[in-house]
């Protein structure tokens, strides 16, 4: 199992960066990814980024080029740097992983961070 938490959300005029973090409760070479997902009013939970166990990263087509997923694995942290952040890239968002060596869906989810970006 793993538990997870997100902090670093908040209000921000459209342009400006916020970096969430997500804190794991155990080592993420463990895991076999971590990911960002987001929710907007409305809509249905999408993905946003995802980071293997390995470092190999990959992005939405909608954030690419603004959005930065790393892991610090000392600190079983893994963050989102965003940057020329939009209105529409307000959403609560999750931090997600996945355990075990198949790939799938994500098995574990946080609690989600509220990001709202002003116009």
């Known amino acids: 199992q793993v538990q997870l938490v997100e902090s670093g959300g908040g209000l921000v005029q459209a342009g400006g960066s916020l970096r969430l973090s997500c804190a794991a409760s155990?080592?993420?070479?463990?895991?076999?990814?971590v990911a960002w997902y987001r929710q907007a009013p409305g809509k249905q939970r999408e993905f946003v980024a995802r980071?293997?166990?390995?470092?190999?990263?990959n992005y939405a087509d909608s954030v690419k080029g603004r959005f930065t997923i790393s892991g610090d694995n000392a600190k079983n942290t893994v963050y989102l740097q965003m940057n020329s952040l939009k209105p529409e890239d307000t959403a609560v968002y999750y931090c997600?992983?996945?355990?075990?060596?198949?790939?799938?869906?994500?098995?574990?989810w946080g609690q989600g961070t509220q990001v709202t970006v002003s116009s």
């Open positions: 997600a992983a996945k355990t075990g060596f198949q790939l799938g869906p994500p098995g574990y």
């Open positions: 155990r080592s993420i070479f463990s895991i076999n990814y």
């Open positions: 980071i293997t166990s390995g470092g190999s990263p």
